[in-house]
């Protein structure tokens, strides 16, 4: 079963021209995500969120999930001026410029992912870090998008997580250690004087699961979590009891609170239900 989220709509959506908009689309085993940013407007007038009643098994059936949505969703049959779609898995390593050879890409990812033989791997470069992140998207899905839409960018979201932090905060001095949070995964960024120290996720399934790798994590880099606050991205609210738990063991949590470049305040004004710290790699794909 397919079950709409959330969504959200400007007002000035039908009379928007789609031929000068960007669609953005986040996939995962538990859910399909998608956005639409006027060029003209400069601002987002479309932003609807599904998820599965129970995670996706295997890439067909992810791919029959998402063909229903889109016998369901007129607007993404629409025909854009750019498209970009995000693979979030946890089949991506980074590894150091330094040390990346083309020639041994699978290599790269078989200490930590299962890699079968006919499996397609991409490659994408993170910005002003020198390194490479390697992944396995989801080929069928690229395949069905490319008849629909025919050229688009395909991206990990891992790569636009780590670009867009390091955009909002290559120029601090400060240690920030950020928690993204999906409905069974988590990915782990610590920065130090806009560097990036460590990324790394993890699939959870239980709130303990969860704060294990958060307190192992902290506890790898020499973090206090008494000192070292906890910023959270994604889906995750102050009522949730993963919130409650990182509350527990944590002084300080906070909410990734930042002004992105590509969306006016209005546009938070106009959509009270939806924080900042809400589809971070959605809202950074354009």
């Given at each position: ?5 959330f ?27 998608f ?9 987002v ?6 998820e599965?009643s ?6 067909e ?7 229903q ?18 693979h ?36 994408e470069?993170i ?7 390697v992944?396995?998207?989801f080929?069928?899905?690229?395949n ?29 001095i ?23 120290q460590?990324?790394?996720?993890f ?38 009891s ?13 909410f ?10 209005d ?12 589809f ?7």
């Open positions: 079963m397919i079950l709409e989220k969504q959200t709509q400007n007002k000035l959506s039908e009379s928007t021209n789609f031929g000068k908009s960007h669609l953005s689309i986040q996939i995962s085993l538990d859910g399909f995500s956005c639409i940013f006027d060029k003209d407007l400069v601002d007038i479309f932003l609807k969120k599904f599965f129970e995670r996706a098994q295997n890439p059936q992810l791919l029959n999930f998402i063909k949505i889109f016998e369901k969703e007129n607007v993404l049959k629409e025909k854009f001026e750019s498209v970009n779609i995000s979030q898995n946890n089949l991506a390593v980074l590894v150091p410029e330094s040390l990346y050879d083309s020639e041994y890409k699978a290599d790269y990812l078989k200490y930590s992912v299962k890699v079968l033989q006919d499996d397609s791997i991409a490659v470069d910005e002003n870090y020198e390194a490479k992140n992944y396995i998207p080929t069928a899905v690229n069905f998008m490319k008849e629909i839409y025919g050229e688009f960018e395909s991206l990990h979201t891992s790569t636009v997580l780590l670009n867009s932090l390091l955009k909002y905060f290559k120029n601090t400060k240690k920030y250690f950020f928690v993204n949070v999906s409905k069974h995964s988590i990915e782990l960024v610590y920065m130090q004087n806009g560097e990036i460590l990324y790394n996720s699939l959870y399934y239980t709130k303990e699961d969860f704060i294990y790798y958060i307190l192992f994590a902290m506890e790898q880099l020499g973090l206090d979590p008494d000192s070292q606050p906890v910023t959270f991205i994604g889906d995750i609210e102050k009522e949730y993963l919130y409650s738990i990182t509350y527990q063991y944590v002084r300080h949590v906070n990734l609170n930042i002004n992105n470049f590509s969306l006016s305040d546009f938070y004004q106009l959509n009270s239900g939806l924080n900042r710290h809400q971070f790699e959605l809202l950074n794909q354009f």
